[in-house]
């Protein structure tokens, strides 16, 4: 039923359908609310360790994890020891704020942030309480910078820069709030941050200056034993299984290189399970690296069709860096 829902909203939200005038007061009363709650806005003071807050103002996926994975790699390269924080979507951690590791289990901490924490290398808490978990990862010796997973509504958590991403194929949909619409905030609300940054698709009409982003496809990594004994080329037939916010990208990014896709979408951050996983005609399954973190051994042991993941990665441009470096300064050690 989860399923069904998630996948009518979004479409119905891109073509306005008629039935969503039925929620119309909904949204009258979620306008109200969001703009009351963006006078609660909080903004780090001078000196303080800067919080960066990579967020986005309509539901559903539209590259931020990508995009912060690359942040975080950069300024890395630049001198910053990073920390990150994240809500952590369906953790279920029995004590909070939760120090992801690289064994985590991503039922306790969420499929992003173990995937943050596998791809950078960098300290990972988890806090439903965005606030309380950039207080735990400044007090992480060396980290002078702190990055959020989404967050861009969470006005409590103070912040120092603000980046938003959008999906430069679905934008904004019907351009209505929730739930008649998929947004979280109004459009206006995108004049008040620091930079916008559009995934992909064509430029962004609403928003004068955006920087663009293109998530491009790495290597195909073997996940069970049936992929490690075999190649998967182009033009292959191949099942892609994804469990997040824009499966049709995904699919689109594997028939870009060539696959022939079937695919087999899922509610995001669901959990996957072998019947998902297994196919009756034994072709490979492709699945997105957000959704491998959740694939334990156990589970791929289950299943007799080769099993990959794709690696992507986000491609920015060098205005995007320039930006983002004039509003951070030099690195500076933690507070």
Known sequence: MRAFLEQ??????????????????????????????????????PGATPVVVVGNITVGGSGKTPLLIAMAKQLQRE???PGIVSRGYGASAKNYPFTVSVESNPAECGD?????????????????FRSR????????PGVNIVLSDDGLQHYSMARTIEIAVVDGVRQFGNHRLLPTGPLREPIARLR??????VNGGQTCPDVVQTEPMKI??????????????????????????????HPQRFADTLEELGYQVTLHPAPDHATLSAEQLSQADGNAVIVTEKDAVKCSTQLLAEVANPVWALAVEAQ???????????????????E
Request: hydrophobic letters at 50%.
């Open 8 to 45: 009518w909203f979004l479409k119905a939200w891109q073509h306005d359908s008629k039935l969503l005038w039925f929620f119309s007061p909904l949204s009258l009363l979620y306008h109200w609310f969001a703009v009351h709650r963006q006078s609660r806005r909080s903004v780090t003071p």
């Open 316 to 334: 920015l441009p060098d205005s995007f860096w320039l930006k983002l470096n004039n509003l951070l300064g030099q690195p500076q050690g933690n």
């Open 216 to 245: 491009i496809a790495g290597a195909l990594k073997p996940l069970n034993a049936s992929a490690q004994t075999q190649s998967l080329t182009a033009p292959a037939a191949v099942h892609a299984v994804a469990a997040i916010g």
């Open 192 to 197: 008040g941050v620091d930079i916008v940054v």
């Open 112 to 128: 992003e942030p173990l995937l943050i924490a596998r791809e950078t290398g960098l300290p990972v808490v988890v806090d439903p």
């Open 79 to 81: 001198g910053w020891y």
């Open 133 to 140: 978990a950039v207080a735990a990862i400044k007090a992480i």
